[in-house]
C-alpha cells in the first residue's frame, strides 16, 4: 500500500512522512468507503480493515470539496472515537479523510476540569473577602486605639489578634483547596473521607450561591468515617458540576434551596453510599432527558457552557465504579431534579 498512499497523499499536498507521523488516526477512502491509505495510528486501532462501508454508515453526505463534519467511530475494542470527516475533491483525487483525535478525551476532560475551576475560583474569591474584611478591620482598631490612648487593652488585643490569625488560617485553607483541586490528574488514588469531601465543596460554593440567594441544606445518615477510593480532585469536579448545574437549573423561578442527601446504601453502609443533589427547578423537559450525557450536549448559550460537563461526570462516576442517574419532576409545586450517585464503600473505620 506504501506506493498508493504516497499516490493519493501526495495528491492532497501532504508529505508522506508527515501522514504517517501524525498524532491523529488518519485514513484516505474513495467515495465507496473503500480505503486507499492509511498512517500508522490508525493502523494500530483498526488493523488490517480495507472496508470502510459498515464504519461510514451513519456518516453525513458532504457534496463540496473542503465539506467537514463532526463523525464517531468504533475501534476494534468497541471504543468510541471521535474526529472529523473532510470532503477531498479535486482534479487528482476524490474522496474523504476521516481523522480521529486520539487526545481528545483527555483535552475534554481537561477543559471540563478548568471550568469546574473557574466556579470554585469565583465562590473563593467571594469568600475571602470576609476573612479580609475581619483582618482589615482588626488592624485599623489597634491602630486607632494606640494613636489615641498610646495603648490597648491586653484583652481587647488578644481577642482582635485571635480573629486575625483565625481569618488567615481560612484565606490558607481556601488557597490550599484550590492548590489541591488543579494538581495533576496524575495524583495518586487514596481513601477518600465522602461526606467530608462533599461538606468541603459545598462549603467552598456556598458564598457564590447565596449571593444568588440560594440555600444549600444538607442532610446526612452517613457514618462520619466511611470512605470511597477515588482521586479527590476527580470527585470533587463532579460534585462542583452538579451543583452548579442545580443552581442554573432555578434561574428565572422560585426555587432557592438545593438539598443534598448523603445516604448509607446497601447492607448498613457497608456495600456502598449514596449522593442525591436536589433542585427545585422546573424539570429537564422529556426531548432533553435521552442527551443529558451526551458529550457536546448543553442547554447553555455558548458563553455558558462547553456541554462537557455532565459527560465527563458520568466518565469520572463509572471510572471510580459508581453509577450516576437522574430523576426529574415537571408538574406541579414540587418540580426539579434529584441527581443521584452511588460508590462503593471501601473503607469503614471503627
Known amino acids: 500500500m506504501k506506493n498508493n498512499s504516497q499516490k493519493v497523499v501526495s495528491s492532497t499536498n501532504v508529505n508522506l512522512d508527515v501522514f504517517n507521523d501524525m498524532p491523529l488516526a488518519v485514513a484516505f477512502c474513495n467515495e465507496d468507503f473503500e480505503l486507499l491509505c492509511k498512517n500508522k495510528a490508525w493502523t494500530k486501532i483498526f488493523g488490517d480493515l480495507t472496508d470502510l462501508k459498515p464504519i461510514a454508515a451513519d456518516f453525513p453526505h458532504l457534496g463540496q470539496d473542503g465539506d467537514e463534519s463532526t463523525v464517531e467511530i468504533k475501534s476494534a475494542e468497541e ?15 476524490l474522496g474523504y479523510y476521516i481523522l480521529l483525535d486520539l487526545n481528545l478525551g ?9 471550568a469546574t475551576l473557574g466556579t470554585l475560583m469565583a465562590s473563593i474569591i467571594h469568600e475571602i473577602n470576609n476573612p479580609i474584611a475581619v483582618v482589615n478591620t482588626s488592624a485599623m482598631i489597634i ?39 488543579s494538581r495533576s490528574e496524575e495524583s495518586q488514588i487514596s481513601e477518600i473521607n465522602f461526606q467530608e469531601l462533599v461538606l468541603n465543596n459545598i462549603q467552598f460554593l456556598a458564598p457564590l450561591f447565596k449571593k444568588e440567594g440560594i440555600k444549600i441544606n444538607t ?12 482521586k479527590r480532585s476527580e470527585l470533587g469536579q463532579v460534585i462542583i458540576n452538579i451543583l452548579s448545574n442545580a443552581k442554573d437549573a432555578m434561574k428565572g423561578t422560585k426555587g432557592k434551596q438545593i438539598d443534598v442527601f448523603i445516604k448509607s446504601a446497601g447492607d448498613g453502609a457497608k ?80
Do not use: C, W
Open 271 to 350: 456495600d456502598s453510599i449514596k449522593l442525591i443533589i436536589r433542585d427545585h427547578g422546573t424539570g429537564i423537559p422529556k426531548e432533553v432527558q435521552p442527551k443529558i450525557f451526551d458529550e457536546y450536549f448543553t442547554t447553555k448559550k455558548e458563553s455558558e457552557g462547553t456541554g462537557l460537563g455532565m459527560s465527563i461526570v458520568k466518565k469520572i462516576v463509572e471510572n471510580h465504579a459508581g453509577h450516576i442517574e437522574f430523576e426529574t419532576r415537571l408538574e406541579g409545586s414540587d418540580s426539579g431534579t434529584d441527581f443521584i450517585i452511588s460508590f462503593p464503600v471501601v473503607s469503614l473505620n471503627r
Open 143 to 181: 491602630e486607632k486605639n494606640i494613636e489615641k490612648k498610646g495603648t490597648i487593652d491586653s484583652e481587647k488585643l488578644i481577642s482582635l489578634t485571635k480573629s486575625i490569625r483565625g481569618s488567615i488560617d481560612r484565606i490558607v485553607n481556601l488557597v490550599d483547596s484550590l492548590k489541591n483541586f
Open 79 to 93: 471504543k468510541l472515537l471521535k474526529g472529523r470527516l473532510v470532503r477531498v475533491s479535486n482534479e487528482n483525487i
Open 219 to 230: 442532610d446526612s445518615n452517613l457514618d462520619a468515617d466511611v470512605k470511597i477510593l477515588g
Open 106 to 114: 483527555l483535552r475534554d476532560s481537561h477543559q471540563s476540569k478548568l
